[in-house]
């Protein structure tokens, strides 16, 4: 998986509390992304990251926060879950912003009960 | 916005026969057109991609065509194996960058043996 790690692999969480997902690359790729992934709707992007302290809003970012510290580490932070968050969460990482092949992990499934 | 379509949604072939997903998009300006294999348990992997200024491509047993006119690019795949079933995912993007990346709700294909 290209030298990316997604941190916890599940996740089982409550409903008003917040939850901290890792994305963490051994690649030093400039380029990050958080996606979630539901049926019927695919893959929709969350967050992005252009690089250190460098991050913008995807499609469906309401109720998520990002945080790039360091290029390894992508953190996507559900400020109070609730239960349409109940998803499969992916990372991506990509060399460059454009023409190229994006790169994604196994992925966090967490579940808001 | 970009939107994307794709059908089938399930798609059960016997081995040996050949596999066909469409995908419509809405946006004109959308030159890039990627396509993913999802595999039970992992991340989408990038299996072919074309861009605008090109009609078809070809990869071993996987196609892409694309109809900029009519905003329909298909995935062929031929002689299908049963390593072939996935979930398979289209994408488009107007600017070919993964931050503008939009993805089709997926295609469950199944190779029966």
């Known amino acids: 998986d290209a030298g990316i790690t997604q941190s916890p692999r599940h996740k089982v969480t409550e409903t008003g509390t917040p939850v901290t997902l890792r994305c963490h690359q051994t690649?030093?790729?400039?380029?990050m992304y958080w996606y979630r992934q539901d049926p019927g709707h695919g893959l929709r992007l969350i967050h992005y990251?252009?690089?250190?302290?460098?991050?913008d809003k995807g499609e469906v970012s309401d109720g998520y926060s990002v945080s790039r510290s360091k290029t390894e580490d992508f953190l996507l932070t559900l400020e109070s879950a609730t239960s349409s968050q109940t998803s499969v969460y992916f990372c991506?990482?990509?060399?460059?912003?454009?023409?190229?092949?994006?790169?994604f992990g196994q992925g966090t499934r967490l579940t808001v009960v | 916005g970009e939107n994307v379509e794709q059908h089938p949604s399930t798609l059960s072939v016997q081995e040996g026969d050949s596999a066909v997903i469409k995908c419509t998009y809405s946006d004109s300006a959308s030159n890039y057109f990627p396509w993913y294999k999802q595999e039970l348990g992992k991340g989408p992997q990038l299996i072919i991609d074309i861009r605008s200024n090109v009609g078809e491509k070809k990869d071993q047993r996987i196609a892409v065509t694309l109809n900029k006119t009519a905003k329909h690019f298909s995935l062929h795949i031929t002689e299908t194996q049963p390593e072939d079933s996935a979930v398979y995912f289209c994408a488009a993007s107007p600017k070919t960058s993964y931050d503008k990346v939009i993805f089709g709700p997926g295609t469950s294909l199944s190779v029966i043996p």
């Open positions: 990251s252009y690089g250190v302290k460098d991050t």
């Open positions: 690649e030093n790729h400039r380029y």
């Open positions: 991506a990482i990509t060399p460059q912003l454009k023409n190229t092949e994006a790169f």
